[in-house]
């Protein structure tokens, strides 16, 4: 079993949807958690950075962490068509060795 | 700033040939790393380098060896490329290795082994 589990999708939303992503995992040790954005043939971007439990908001995205259920998500809210890419969440005990989810990838239609 | 530069962007290698993957960052970073992507799998870690002179094995170091040349340059080498080596290396660089500080990744170069 992977220590983090990510649905690959593709998930596929109108322009102006709220776009939920999710990941779980099974070491209780993270307490760093991420949300990379990577475009086609692209090297990975830092998009959100969550310490321990809550909710972190960016604009139009907000990281929510879920200790206690092993639970971390992503929501885009009024998605664009320029926010069709993959999406990685990430995690670590200590900051520096990170653990990958596979992936989501999500298409935004105009 | 280049950022993280990754060269080359392409490589075609035959089974059993060895090359070297060259990494740079200009941000002062004292932390690099080496992942390997795969469809489905994520990004795996390699190994990475804490700081100048240090190097640590990652999730799947097997096959690869490293080489911390100076603070700004982290090499990845295969001595003797395999088809399951076939992937998208991707390097990045952080200012700490320890605490929240943000990965920054390079290009990627996408090496095929046949």
């Known amino acids: 079993q992977k220590e983090v589990e990510q649905d690959p999708g593709p998930l596929s939303v109108p322009e102006g949807a709220i776009v939920s992503l999710n990941c779980t995992y099974s070491?209780?040790?993270?307490?760093?958690f991420m949300w990379y954005r990577q475009y086609s043939r692209k090297g990975p971007e830092l998009l959100m950075y969550t310490y321990s439990s809550g909710n972190k908001e960016d604009g139009r995205f907000t990281a929510q962490v879920d200790k206690s259920s092993k639970y971390i998500s992503l929501f885009i809210r009024d998605s664009q068509p320029s926010d069709s890419a993959t999406y990685l969440c990430?995690?670590?005990?200590?900051?520096?060795?990170?653990?990958f989810g596979a992936g989501t990838i999500l298409r935004v239609k105009s | 700033n280049a950022g993280v530069t990754q060269t080359p962007k392409f490589q075609v290698l035959k089974t059993g040939q060895s090359m070297t993957l060259q990494c740079a960052q200009d941000?002062?970073?004292?932390?690099m790393y080496w992942y390997r992507q795969d469809p489905g799998m994520g990004l795996r870690l390699i190994y990475y380098?804490?700081?100048?002179?240090?190097?640590d094995k990652g999730e799947v170091p097997n096959g690869y060896n490293v080489s911390r040349l100076n603070k700004r340059e982290f090499s990845l080498r295969l001595e003797s490329a395999a088809p399951s080596q076939t992937s998208v290396y991707f390097c990045?660089?952080?200012?700490?290795?320890?605490?929240?500080?943000?990965?920054?990744f390079g290009p990627g170069t996408r090496l095929t082994v046949t």
């Open positions: 070491n209780s040790a993270f307490q760093y």
């Open positions: 990430a995690m670590s005990r200590e900051g520096n060795k990170l653990v």
């Open positions: 990045a660089s952080s200012l700490r290795d320890r605490g929240p500080y943000e990965q920054y």
């Open positions: 380098s804490a700081s100048e002179g240090t190097t």
């Open positions: 941000m002062n970073h004292n932390s």
